[in-house]
């Protein structure tokens, strides 16, 4: 059987975005309340240094929260997709995406190959495309696997955003999950 998450050792706690930016660091609240793609916005960022690296994809069963957000039935399993956002190496952004299996169906199969092709790029350009559901998480260091927290030298509290997508009548979760180097963006990686 498949673990829930390569990168979390725990379920992150959410909560309504508007009570959560609160105590969200002023740096951090743009990248938090991003309306559009982030993808895009990363891109725009970093320019061509912008990558995304799959640290894992499998059917596992979500965490109970995830399974309560997309109404799934007990034990249930999903495709999880975890990945790094990333500027030529960098890390950026720690993403998990949640994906029932009555999503990959028909025009949307291409959902489960996606490989080191960012979600964001596809997911942005169905048509109907819907966003509810924002929630906001403070990730303390010691709520990632330890593994992750060592490779992407995770020292201090990381805030993320939870969102649901509903393209026609499917839909996935998608959670993004800030590094304190995408923070610091200003110019393009690669110049």
Known sequence: M???????????????????????????????AEPGSLTARLRNAVGAGFGVRLIGQCWARPFADEANLLNLPPRQRVLVREVLLHCE??????????????????????LAHLGDRPLGELLFAYRGLKRSHLEMARVRPTDWKLSIAREFTIESPAWGRRS???????????????LPTVLTLSEPCDE
Request: proline residues 10%; contains cysteine.
């Open 89 to 110: 190496g960098k890390p950026l952004v720690l993403a998990r995406s949640i994906i029932p299996p009555r999503t990959l169906r028909g025009i949307h199969c291409g």
């Open 164 to 178: 649901l997508y509903q393209v026609g009548k499917v839909s996935l979760c998608v959670c993004e999950f800030f």
């Open 2 to 32: 498949h673990p829930r998450s390569l990168i979390f050792q725990r379920e992150p706690v959410w909560r309504p975005a508007k009570a959560s930016t609160w105590g969200a660091p002023y740096a951090v609240r743009s990248w938090l």
